[in-house]
């Protein structure tokens, strides 16, 4: 469920018309509501309530500093892969030791500024980088919290380019190398060992996977206890699946993700970390756009928009579906026509969607793509040189900028010429 419904013929982010924003900040606009972010943050908590747990919010989803204070708020952690993303925790407010540092190639200074900064746990991939964290750790005269991400070798069953748990995928170590991963990082001067971390994937819409790995998770957690080592924190990773499409897909419900974790670990008595980004967030968000022209080619019909593949790249990457509505409700029963929805960018790539149904659709009528607060705003870019797309947060009856377009000052002024050109 999400807040965003049409009221009066109008679609609205909570009390506020998307017209109301298109006409003050302009479009394309991502456009948030506080009231959904909310509600899925909580739905984990409640799911994980039975046991002691820590939501970390999957940071690379949705980086807004609004956006994180508003969880870290709620008592949010977060699940950072680089300085910038741990940067914009903290400067949201978030407290280190509610900061889980993820990802494969950690570099010294980001291992060095963090654990400067003050960290909860490093998710490691490697031995050799269990091995630059101890270094650095020993030098700076501490020592460093420790989860090893396993490889489950276990298929999510997801898109290729966001599967992560097989074992041909770059992530973790092979669960089978795990008990002498463990004993490297127990005799290591800068580590301490605190858990076990696996994340299999990205937007799976069915829990067997998750049961597969968090199983051999339980397995691994009694044969690392009974070689001596501490594990009190299993890091579970993020991954639940959101519906794209209204109709026919139902993906499991934090609830039952949550009854799946407790049957399945909830004996070893560990706290619970787990990473959601697109569950959080991806429902809470939409992108509004403004039709530029409707081209008649031959045999379709192009809707072509504002808003294009820099600012909303999963349809062009992923062939990722995104419902597409009118911002004016459509009249009960009113006929719909195919159009291939497309963006201004110079490549054929830039298609949202081929033969989609709208209403009949005219220069200036407005569109929203819905589900895209995770994996947008984050994912856009200047290509083609269009300004980065901005970002409101609505709450109730106000909403407020949160990240501003861009002046094309702005733009060319961070470019530099050379004095001897
Ligand atoms: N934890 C780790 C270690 C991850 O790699 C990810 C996502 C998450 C948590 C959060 O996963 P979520 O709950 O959001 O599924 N750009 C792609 C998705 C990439 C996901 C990468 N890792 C997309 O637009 O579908």
Request: charged share 20%.
């Amino acid at each position: 469920m999400d807040h965003f419904i049409y009221t009066d013929g109008q679609l609205h982010a909570e009390e506020v018309p998307l017209a109301d924003i298109a006409r003050t900040v302009g479009t394309p606009v991502y456009v948030y509501s506080v009231a959904t972010l909310e509600r899925h943050y909580r739905l984990f908590t409640e799911a994980l309530s039975p046991m002691p747990h820590l939501v970390c919010f999957a940071v690379k989803s949705n980086s807004n500093l609004a956006v994180l204070k508003l969880l870290g708020d709620l008592g949010a952690g977060m699940d950072v892969v680089s300085l910038g993303e741990y940067l914009r925790a903290r400067a949201a407010g978030v407290p280190g030791e509610r900061i889980v540092f993820s990802g494969v190639g950690k570099t010294r200074a980001e291992i060095r500024a963090t654990l400067e900064g003050g960290i909860r746990q490093y998710n490691v991939e490697s031995e050799p980088e269990l091995e630059v964290i101890s270094a650095i750790a020993a030098e700076l005269g501490v020592v460093a919290p420790v989860a090893i991400r396993v490889n489950p070798d276990v298929d999510a069953k997801t898109h290729e380019k966001i599967a992560t748990g097989k074992s041909e995928n770059k992530f973790g170590i092979p669960i089978s190398k795990a008990r002498a991963v463990y004993g490297l990082a127990a005799a290591l001067p800068g580590i301490e060992v605190v858990g076990i971390d696996v994340h299999i994937g990205s937007q799976l819409t069915d829990l067997a996977p998750f049961e597969e790995a968090y199983l051999k998770v339980a397995e691994l957690t009694g044969q690392l206890r009974a070689d001596g080592h501490d594990i009190r924190r299993l890091d579970l990773g993020g991954g639940l699946g959101i519906p794209y499409t209204r109709s026919n897909e139902v993906p499991p419900l934090p609830s039952d993700y949550g009854a799946l974790i407790q049957r399945t670990l909830g004996h070893l008595g560990c706290e619970i970390e787990i990473e959601p980004g697109r569950l959080i967030s991806g429902n809470a968000g939409v992108l509004v756009s403004e039709t530029i022209y409707v081209k008649q080619g031959e045999g379709r019909d192009f809707l072509i928009l504002d808003a294009a593949m820099n600012d909303l790249v999963r349809p062009s990457m992923y062939g990722a579906h995104h419902d597409i509505v009118p911002v004016v409700e459509p009249a009960p029963g009113a006929a719909a026509q195919p159009y291939d929805v497309v963006g201004p960018v110079c490549e054929t790539g830039d298609t949202f969607a081929k033969g989609r149904p709208l209403p009949a659709m005219a220069a200036g009528d407005l569109v929203a793509f819905r589900s895209a607060g995770a994996y947008g705003a984050v994912m856009s870019s200047e290509y083609n040189s269009r300004p980065l797309v901005p970002e409101v947060l609505v709450k109730g009856d106000h909403f407020a900028v949160i990240r501003a377009r861009p002046t094309f000052d702005e733009m060319l002024n961070r470019d530099s010429i050379p004095v001897w050109l």
